[in-house]
């Protein structure tokens, strides 16, 4: 089984094996926030234009930039010293797994079939939140066991650090996807 698929459907396993197998270096580091980015683009790309071009890819692609560097610290700052930092940012990567397919899966939606279609599924945008919310807490589930396995933190320590990395992590995205928009919705909805 494919690591990433082993630590979305068996996190405490998988993660006190894979920590085990210590790996160092730039590539270790960086193979998937770069391949994170990549699907952030490639998405990004698919549902603005129903296409892929290296010119919306790059653009995407410098957009979304501020996730993988904000997951990055969250692992460097996480890790302590049990593992190296490569490793300890390549294991803490493996939990995006529940949103990659969440992402997959809305892309799919937006970017292929006829626009008609998929505004008339609107109606069901219900859908779309509540699997949001279950990748959620999936990926904190699957983050809990980083912390107590890669990172040896206790289970009240991995609670307390994961709840203050997911707001932290959470706001400063927010603030940064939604600054320029977000005061025009509140705006016109509020009248402010």
Known sequence: MAPDVWVMFRPGQ??????????????IAFRRPVRLLFVLAI???LLTSRGVSLR???????????????????AALARGRTVSLARAIDLFFM???????????????????????????????????????VA????CVID???LRRVCAQSAVKA??????????VWI??????????????????FGW
């Open 14 to 27: 998988a993660y006190a094996m894979l920590a085990g197998n210590d790996g160092s270096g730039a590539r």
């Open 136 to 139: 959620f807490v999936w990926s």
């Open 43 to 45: 998405a990004a790309s």
């Open 159 to 168: 609670i307390l650090w994961l709840t203050g990395q997911r707001l932290i």
């Open 56 to 74: 919306l890819i790059v653009a995407c692609a410098e957009c979304a930039l501020f996730l993988p560097l904000l997951l990055v610290a969250s």
């Open 144 to 146: 809990f066991w980083f």
């Open 95 to 133: 939990s995006l797994g529940p949103w990659m397919l969440w992402l997959f899966s809305l892309t799919a939606l937006w970017a292929f079939l006829p626009a008609e279609r998929a505004y008339e599924l609107l109606e069901y945008r219900w859908i779309w939140y509540w699997a949001a919310l």
């Open 172 to 189: 400063a995205g927010l603030a940064i996807f939604l600054g320029g928009s977000g005061w025009q919705v509140l705006e016109a909805r």
